[in-house]
Structures are given as C-alpha cells and as structure tokens.
C-alpha cells in the first residue's frame, strides 16, 4: 500500500531541522525498500520547511510504527503530518 506522507516543520525549527538532518538520511538509507520518492518542501526561498514522502507498506499500522521512529518526529522538527493513501501509477528514474 502506497502512502503520501507531507510533513511540515514547526517555525523556526529549519535550525533542529538540519541537526537532525543526519540521522533522518540514516533511516532513509535502512528504509530504501519502503521509498517511492522522496523531497524536502521548500519555501519561496528556497529554505527547506518540511519533507514530501511517497512510501510503500503493507499497511497503515507498519507507516506509523516509521512515522514512530522518525528522527524529525521524535525531534520534534515535524509539527504537522498528513498521510493518506495513493497509488503511483507512473514512477520514472531520476535523469542525470
């Protein structure tokens, strides 16, 4: 089951956002299997302001055991989750 997961960080939390940054690749990395696609949202200019995440589960329960586990949750980076199911249809490699 696909996921859309939009996160958006607390104000002012682009400093703890970055800090944590590390820690949130690192789990990214282990969790390569379960990502479809995967992006910082910025702001008009150009700052990161929370992340946009396509991700692959058997279920609802295995993305919130994830979202558990989240360095920019457990950091409190993340102020605002939205998850809802999609299906990705159309999945093109990235160019170089």
Sequence with gaps: MQ???RAYDGA???EKRMEVRPLHLEGM???SDHIVCAGGLLDEEGKMKGSALVMDF???EELDAYLAQEP???ADVWERIEVEPINVV???PLKK
């Design 90 to 92: 159309l999945a093109n």
């Design 3 to 5: 996921f859309l997961i």
């Design 58 to 60: 058997p279920g609802r």
């Design 72 to 74: 920019y949750v457990v």
């Design 29 to 31: 990395a282990r969790l």
């Design 12 to 14: 002012g939390k682009l």
